[in-house]
């Protein structure tokens, strides 16, 4: 099997507002068709996550978030130092979501040697397809952090 | 678990928790004691209905699936099975042969992931004295593991089945969009073989967690076909004497307003009587469908042909396991690629119904459509509605035989009672939050 040098996850559901921004910046990056990265757009379940990495050197999640910061707002933590965040371990599908995906992962040694994640703060998460101007206007300038980071 | 605050004071003690972890959904539980005596139980839910039976007026009768599996993330198929099932019902038509069969494959995915979850993510913990399945890895990493990779197996098939793991979108009125072809299902053999020996080790693992001695005289209700282990049909009964038509089911069991919840609490007319849904439900009822090697093995665990342990949930539900991987394992065995990937449904102005089996119980769709197939009107009960009162009635009895405890193992032990039944407050409306006002 070969291994992805850098892999993408845009996590969200397109049909909920700004939740679908991860998505949207995974479709961004991989038209780009960077050599060595793959891009995937994923639900964020869990133990398909955990599964979606385990090939890869370096990982880039991205969501969007709601931590009461102004919308747009770009929050980056590298997991690969710390632990998921407590102001953003919210709880998901049977509260086993994204950060109980990471933090098991890193108990059972499954995390990347390199894990990063970008979050943005959203406004809207209410049922639709189109993302609210100061989320929209934040895709280009996460683009840009995300590249930093595969340098 | 966050936000944990006790406060003291003379003869009152009252315990807050901001919210119960590992339940779907928002919610809260109030126990009232006075004098050692446990005067009130209200398990609230306060995360606001979602209206779901309104959006489906005036659609047409082929979205109800797609739509109604945007309820759960984590029981989508049975939503899907429950709405096609109900308007196939209406239009007067029966899926049979392979389709048939594959629906239930497609169903016996979401058992297998579902309840892996809810075994090693959700409530082993509980059992082991750990906070979370995370703390847990820590001491069990082998254990935890298995759950994944059965989880995992468990999603491979409601991947192929429904085009992804999450709000699968493949399945329709009348059968499927695509089914799968023989070397797709070739692959998920092998994977299913090997989750049977995980299947088996789980039920062996579970058999040997410290259970709470608790039981109570339950009036289970569950789906009992003619000659299978249900999962997307048959008849409504109880091992109290029902046996009616799903046709019927409103005739029998009625959702109430309850002032401190927003979910409706569903009843058993007449008399108001609480009913227990899901796995154990299933078993009591359907313990004669189950195939030797598995009755085998549940006895093996310890259990008998009823189980009114509800703690003993865990090794039910990985009872269950085994027998959806025994089933999936038939299916693909007797698969032969349909011609038709779905039959011709017309829509008629007629009333629909269906029940299926949703990982954690019965889950009603009812629809009345026109001719045109536009939706008139729609009515969807969910599990955890049904079980709602039940786990009340059970926190009453068995919080009573605890209150010499301190409030934190109180507390503690309620979480993991109430986790007994999978409660996904998500579909009954969705966190719970605990009050122990204690005088």
Redesign the interface.
């Known amino acids: 099997m070969t291994r992805d040098k850098v892999l993408i996850i845009g996590i969200g559901n397109p049909y909920r507002g700004d939740d679908a921004l991860g998505c949207l910046i995974a479709r961004e990056l991989s038209a780009k068709a960077l050599q060595g990265m793959t891009c995937i757009e994923h639900d964020g379940e869990p133990a398909s996550l955990i599964n979606a990495w385990q090939n890869a050197e370096q990982v880039i999640l991205i969501d969007a978030v709601s931590s009461g910061a102004e919308p747009g707002h770009i929050f980056h933590f590298d997991l690969t130092k710390q632990a998921w965040p407590e102001q953003f371990n919210l709880y998901s599908t049977h509260a086993f979501g994204i950060p109980q995906a990471v933090e098991l992962a890193r108990v059972l040694g499954r995390l990347p040697a390199k894990i990063d994640f970008i979050g943005v703060e959203g406004q809207c998460f209410a049922a639709g397809e189109s993302l609210t101007d100061e989320v929209k206007k934040a895709i280009q300038k996460t683009i840009v952090e995300i590249l930093k980071l595969l340098d | 678990m966050k936000g944990h605050s006790a406060d003291k004071n003379n003869n009152s003690r009252t315990i807050k928790v901001d919210?119960l972890?590992?339940?779907?959904g928002e919610g809260a539980l109030f126990l009232k004691i006075r004098d050692n005596l446990l005067e009130e139980v209200k398990l609230k839910i306060f995360e606001p209905p979602r209206f779901f039976e309104g959006l489906l007026r005036g659609r047409q009768f082929t979205q109800a699936a797609d739509i109604t599996s945007r309820i759960c993330?984590?029981c989508p198929v049975a939503y899907q099975m429950s709405a096609i099932h109900a308007m196939e019902n209406a239009c007067g038509v029966q899926v049979e042969g392979t389709l048939r069969e594959l629906r239930r494959l497609f169903y016996c995915g979401e058992w297998i992931s579902s309840h892996a979850?809810?075994i090693y993510?959700?409530h082993a913990p509980d059992f082991l004295g750990y906070d979370?399945?995370?703390a847990m890895?820590?001491d069990f990493?082998d254990i935890?593991?298995r759950g994944?990779e059965l989880?995992?197996i468990g999603?491979d098939i409601m991947k192929l089945m429904g085009g992804?793991?999450?709000?699968p979108i493949n399945a329709r009125v009348g059968g499927f969009y695509k089914v799968p072809s023989s070397q797709e299902l070739a692959t998920l053999r092998q994977k299913l073989t090997h989750a049977h020996d995980l299947a088996l080790k789980t039920v062996k693992w579970t058999a040997t967690l410290k259970f709470p001695e608790f039981s109570q005289d339950y009036t289970f209700v569950a789906l009992r076909p003619p000659d299978e282990y249900p999962m997307n049909e048959g008849r409504v009964t109880s091992n109290k004497g029902l046996d009616i038509d799903v046709s019927e089911f409103e005739n029998h069991f009625e959702e109430q307003h309850i002032a401190h919840s927003n979910a409706l609490h569903s009843v058993m007319q007449p008399g108001n009587r609480s009913y227990h849904v899901g796995p154990m439900a299933r078993y009591a009822l359907n313990y004669d469908r189950l195939p030797d090697d598995i009755k085998q093995a549940a006895q093996a665990a310890g259990l008998g042909p009823v189980c009114n342990n509800p703690f003993k949930s865990i090794i039910v539900r990985a009872i269950e396991v085994v027998y959806a991987v025994t089933e999936a394992l038939r299916i693909i065995d007797d698969y032969s690629q349909p011609k038709q990937v779905a039959v011709n449904v017309k829509p008629r102005a007629a009333t629909g119904f269906s029940t299926t089996e949703a990982p954690r119980g019965l889950l009603y769709h009812r629809y009345s459509i026109d001719n045109q197939g536009l939706i008139k009107d729609a009515n969807i009960i969910p599990p955890t509605s049904q079980n709602q009162k039940m786990i009340e009635d059970d926190l009453s009895r068995f919080v009573q035989s605890c209150l010499k405890l301190p409030d934190n193992e109180i507390q503690y032990l309620s979480e993991q009672a109430i986790r007994n039944y999978d409660p996904?407050i998500?579909c009954a409306t969705h966190?719970l939050k605990l009050n122990i006002d204690r005088q």
């Open positions: 919210y972890a590992r339940v779907e993330g984590i979850l809810h993510m959700l979370s399945a995370i890895a820590k990493p935890v593991e994944l989880k995992k999603n992804r793991e999450i709000h996904c998500s966190f």
